[in-house]
């Protein structure tokens, strides 16, 4: 709107120069008309004085006609008739010369007075224009007084909305802290229910000890002595264990498996890298080198679902503890998590700059897991905003991780054999075990009772090591045993720590007894180098699978 103003003030100011020079024109006929006017006055005056001059010399003519016309003979001749006669002509000549003087000015005044008639119509349109301008002008300062007001409310209204929007801020900052106090209140009763869980852990872990020495008692008599019932521990040898029922969570006697019950081929391309059953047996996962993870039923061997994502082979599977989400751990740097019903990705995680060889969830909550990776470091992750919360530098490729029943370590096998504990808050390593195996550390599995580790290792070993004191029992596994070469191989554990498991190069799975450290069975059935193996949380089922992309499952 400020370009109107401009232009009605450009319009006014031509008008009024274009007035100037009319009027300077106007003034320049007015003049010369006025001289003109001044000419023509003074020849009408000297042609009166010549007509006057001529009446009296015609009197004087005709009184000297009269007088000589008796004498007109002796006057003929006369000299001075003569000089009269000769200066009346003049008079007639210059009388009409005044005549034709006075009629070209009255020619010149007609057309002067014409100019001036133009020049005042002119100067009427510059009129009728200046007005036209002043009016255009008087609307311009309108809309420009239009304009400021409407300018006036804007900035009115733009500090009004700015107002409201503050309050709004510090509405929003208010309920933020109110959602932070109810985070750190709502973080306090979850760490006094852990440690509530804990204690119960605990209890049930001392019942669980009690009815395997009270089984393997009964096993060393020959049946001459029974074992006792759960009732009894609740009531006797159970003190501490908050009851004979709940006792018996970690008591389940694992199953020995001895033929194929079912075999899934080819499930994944590139073979398999890692299996995991749901904590409660029913469907299992696997993931592969064609990048995907896909679950099963474990009865009938249905496939349930495929999930994508990741760009690289799959290194390591794991179900959340409340079963709702699947974990894998891939070749392409990255984490992913996957809604198990709906089979969407929750979460891809990165931060890790290699292979991330392992991941692990903490059994006290479902929205924390560790990963380990070649980039030698150990990341710790909120799983239910997706970002990481810690990263430990652990100096050597991590190739996989757990997290204690506790919640409060982290343990890792390293690419020099060495085991690892970690404070799970800090990131400070407590303890460790150097050179537990001769090479690479493979897998690392935490036992039922959350105080027994299984590993294994690139020297073809598997080791018992009792979390309370990081002391290996001895190796486990014949001399002769082969491990998969090329990539990761990942042993099982029995959920009553009584047993292990791990494949080998010839497609044979062995079964070893972890108190007395010998092998109890070789389990034929792949045609392919066995990777990774895994009982159900039950013991009930077991599950391996080789590079050919085969799952076994054994009942």
Known sequence: MAGGPEAAHAAVARGLAARRGAGRALAGACGEFLALAGRCAGAEARAGALEAARARLEEEAGALRGALAGAEELAANSEAVQRLERRAAELSDELTQSYKEASRVAQELAAKAVEAGRAREEAERLAEGMRAAEEARAEAEAAQGRAEGAAAAERSAREAACGELEERL??????????????????????????????????????????????????????????????????????????????????????????????????????????????????????????TVRTWDATRGNRLSTLHGPLGTILDVAFSPDERSVLSASADHSLRLWDVKSGRTR????????????????????????????????????????????????????????????????????????????????????????????????????????????????????????????????????????????????????????????????????????????EVVVLEGHKASVTCCQWSESGSSFISGDVKGNVALWM
């Not at 521990?233 to 029922?245: C, F, H, I, V």
């Not at 700059?353 to 059994?363: P, R």
């Not at 560790?370 to 919360?389: F, H, M, N, P």
């Open 170 to 291: 510090r509405a929003k900052e208010a309920l933020e802290a109110r959602v932070a106090a109810l985070e750190a209140e709502n973080g306090e009763l979850i760490q006094r229910l852990l440690e509530v869980k804990e204690k119960e852990i605990e209890n049930l872990n001392l019942a669980n000890t009690v009815y395997r020495d009270a089984m393997r008692r009964s096993q060393s008599l020959g049946g001459g002595a029974s074992a006792p019932s759960a009732a009894e521990l609740s009531e006797g040898g159970g003190d501490g264990a908050g009851g004979g029922a709940a006792g018996l969570e970690f008591a389940n006697v694992s199953v020995i498996p001895e033929q194929v019950k079912l075999m899934l081929e080819g499930v994944h391309e590139n073979g398999i890298t890692s299996v995991a059953f749901s904590k409660a047996g029913g469907p299992f996962a696997t993931g592969g080198g064609d990048a």
């Open 347 to 518: 979460h891809t995680l990165t931060g890790h700059k290699d292979k991330v060889w392992g991941a692990g969830f903490s059994v006290a909550d479902s929205n924390r897991c560790a990963s380990g990776g070649a980039d030698r470091t150990i990341k710790v992750w909120d799983l239910e905003k997706g970002y990481c919360l810690q990263t430990i530098m652990c100096g050597s490729t991590c190739y996989d991780v757990c997290i204690t029943s506790d919640g409060a370590g982290i343990v890792s096998g390293h690419f020099d054999g060495s085991l690892r504990l970690w404070d799970y808050r800090t990131g400070a390593m407590e303890r460790s075990i150097k050179g537990l195996h001769g090479s690479q550390l493979l897998s690392v599995q935490l036992g039922a009772s959350g105080r027994t580790l299984l590993t294994c290792g690139r020297d073809n070993a598997l080791r018992v090591v009792d979390l309370r004191t990081m002391e290996a029992r001895g190796a486990v596994g014949p001399p002769g045993l082969k491990l998969a070469l090329g990539g990761k191989v990942r042993a099982a554990l029995a959920p009553d720590e009584g047993h292990a498991a791990c494949g080998a190069a010839d497609g044979s799975v062995h079964v070893f007894d972890t108190n007395s450290l010998q």
